[in-house]
């Protein structure tokens, strides 16, 4: 899934996302850190990887085996454990992100968030 180049157009869209949501971002400018944006409001912040997928994600597919690379690189990013860290996903057809809270050994598909306006229609 990190395979080639940074999905630029995609983070982009996933500024206005944000936005859309109330929060306030700030562009990752440091090659070496693999995360994209880092978005922030009074009441929280979070730290946000964006990928795109070109295919229809599986319902039954595992995030720990479709986004194992991507994982890896969030988890080891050296931010302090508190500070939540999420994946925003999304496939070249769909106009609805994905919001992935990575956690330690675990991976939570962001259903619903009453504070950010959320909804899901993917989630399981």
Same mark, same amino acid.
């Given at each position: 899934? /990190?395979?080639?180049?940074?999905? *630029?157009?995609?983070?982009?869209?996933?500024?206005? $996302?944000?936005? =859309?949501?109330?929060?306030? &971002? =700030?562009?990752? %400018?440091?090659? @070496?850190?693999?995360? @994209? !944006? $880092?978005?922030?409001?009074?009441? %929280?912040?979070? #730290?946000?990887? *964006?990928? =795109? %997928?070109?295919?229809? #994600?599986?319902?039954? +597919? $595992?995030?720990? @085996?479709?986004?194992?690379?991507?994982?890896?690189?969030?988890?080891? !990013?050296? $931010?302090?454990?508190? *500070?939540?860290?999420? #994946?925003?996903?999304? /496939? =070249?057809?769909?106009?609805? &992100?994905?919001?992935?809270?990575?956690?330690?050994? +675990? *991976?939570?598909?962001?259903? &619903? &968030?009453?504070?950010?306006?959320? /909804?899901?229609?993917? +989630?399981?």
């Amino acid at each position: 899934m /990190t395979r080639g180049q940074k999905p *630029v157009a995609m983070i982009g869209e996933a500024k206005k $996302f944000a936005e =859309q949501m109330g929060y306030r &971002w =700030q562009e990752n %400018t440091q090659a @070496d850190l693999g995360y @994209d !944006l $880092f978005i922030f409001k009074p009441e %929280t912040a979070c #730290i946000v990887r *964006v990928r =795109q %997928t070109r295919y229809r #994600i599986d319902p039954e +597919s $595992f995030y720990e @085996d479709l986004l194992k690379d991507d994982l890896r690189i969030v988890r080891a !990013l050296p $931010f302090p454990h508190w *500070v939540p860290k999420e #994946i925003w996903l999304r /496939t =070249q057809h769909e106009r609805n &992100w994905r919001r992935l809270r990575i956690y330690p050994e +675990s *991976v939570g598909e962001i259903g &619903w &968030w009453k504070p950010d306006g959320y /909804t899901n229609p993917y +989630s399981r």
